[in-house]
Nanobody, 121 residues
């Protein structure tokens, strides 16, 4: 499954961005969808996940209350609304799909190419 992430960019601290992920020609039925991120020089880390068909939701402690994950099953898309962005949110963000509901990236079989989010102070 080829996932396509988009929406990254440069934003000032305190600002907002919305990331999107799509899978042209394929549905996400039965899959948990998630966002991960990897900052320069750091390991990839879990951000948020949403099970099929839309609940439950899972967030990392560092983004809970600021980020919202959302899946639109009719449009076959995944989104991540990011508010109150901080410089430490700077990373390449990846969308991923798995048949397991997990925050462990080893459980995810399908990945997007990543989109860069840069938050300036």
């Amino acid at each position: 499954v080829q996932l396509q992430a988009s929406g990254g960019g440069l934003v000032q601290a305190g600002g907002s961005l919305r990331l999107s992920c799509a899978a042209p020609g394929r549905t996400f039925d039965s899959y948990t969808l998630a966002w991960f991120r990897q900052a320069p020089g750091k390991e990839r880390e879990f951000v948020a996940a949403v099970s099929w068909p839309g609940m439950p939701l899972l967030y990392s402690g560092s983004v809970k209350g600021r980020f919202t994950i959302y899946r639109d099953n009719a449009k076959n898309t995944l989104s991540l609304q990011m508010n109150s962005l901080k410089p430490e949110d700077t990373a390449v963000y990846y969308c991923a799909a798995s048949l397991r509901y997990s925050r462990d990236d080893s459980e995810y079989n399908y990945w997007g190419q990543g989109t860069l989010v840069t938050v300036s102070s």
